[in-house]
């Protein structure tokens, strides 16, 4: 081999890697940030993703992710939100409810944040409007508290002589203050009684089952919590084991075997997020970008699990439903 075709090939093969870094480094960052574990969530944040594509970035070819799981530890959201701003990422994706955008809001205002909200934005100080949000801050809402009320009239519906309804909360989820208030004010307003409870890890929601099984429950409705809908494997088989009618608030559930749920497309939301996410890669601002609000809510209602509970679901309230999973 000459001499200037050795140099040239050994130059090619020194440029050809430094070039690729360069071009790694050229790649915008999105920080993902999330409350839960990323075993239950990967088809949403397929989802996620599936929204980024349709602006034109695909993960590992011309953007980069850069995943933070909190693993159902809430407190730990502010210290990986503060490691995505450390990284320089250009774009902070929250998701699994309000704590994760609110961490994200704490410590910085100035990187674009885009976010999944079960709570309304306004009231949870993420935004200044739904229309025109200003700050840094903008995504999609799935107003999973604002349907609290219509969740108790539903399994009011579905058992019309119960006396008493089980909620189920997660303490540390930010808007469980609020839908306790919202669960309390539905209850009175149907002329039954509440009976709160509590849990924040795996051993805690069994033993919350166990105390329904004992006490021969009639009927529960789960709360809104990211926690929950990561454990919602281990909450339907609980549910099932005890024999309690149980209501919740995403499809995810009933898909699981749980009996009925009435609620927004969680999917949509994450879809939208990356959508949104891409927009802001492109130039756009979060202030100028409306919080995208659900226009369809899904009544969704397992009969398979219906019948092993030895119940008959109205035929009005099955006539209703957006989806009957057999």
Known sequence: MRRREFIALIGGAIASPLAARAQQLARPVIGFLHSASPTEYAHLVAAFRGGLEREGYVAGRNVTIEYRWAEGEYGRLRSLAAELVVRQVDVIVTTGGEPSALAAKAVTSTIPIVFTSGDDPIKSGLVASHNRPGGNATGASVFTTALV??????????????????????????STATDIKEAQEAADHLGIKIHIWRATSEAEIHAVFTSLGQRRSVALIVNTDAYFFAKRVQIVALAAQHAIPTMYYLREFVAEGGLISYGASLADSYRQVGVYAGRILKGEKPADLPVVQPTKFELVINVKTEKAL?????????????????
């Open 149 to 174: 009320t219509k969740r108790f009239g539903l399994m009011r519906e579905l058992l019309p002589t119960i006396t008493d309804i089980d909620f189920l909360v997660n303490p540390n989820f930010t």
């Open 310 to 326: 030895g119940l008959d679901v109205p035929p009005t309230l099955l006539a209703r439903a957006d989806e009957v999973i057999e």
